[in-house]
């Protein structure tokens, strides 16, 4: 037996009704949720440096307020 594996947004309601007319009764399908990949805390830092989520101190008299006010 040939397996073949979609992803899809559940939420598109045209794929759902697609998906629905398309497939003919006659095929299994098995439904398995989606698998999140857990990132590495390396990989977290380099999605917040992506993302902009860095501080950048530049005075160290006011450390504190630059953290808080950004």
Do not use: H, W
């Amino acid at each position: 037996m040939e397996r073949i594996t979609l992803e899809y947004d559940a939420n598109n309601v045209f794929m759902q009704s697609y998906l629905n007319t398309a497939i003919p009764a006659s095929f299994k399908v098995v439904e398995t949720p989606a698998t999140v990949k857990e990132l590495t805390p390396f990989e977290q830092s380099l999605e917040d440096i992506k993302c902009g989520r860095v501080t950048r101190i530049k005075n160290m008299d006011n450390m504190i307020e630059e953290i808080l006010n950004p």
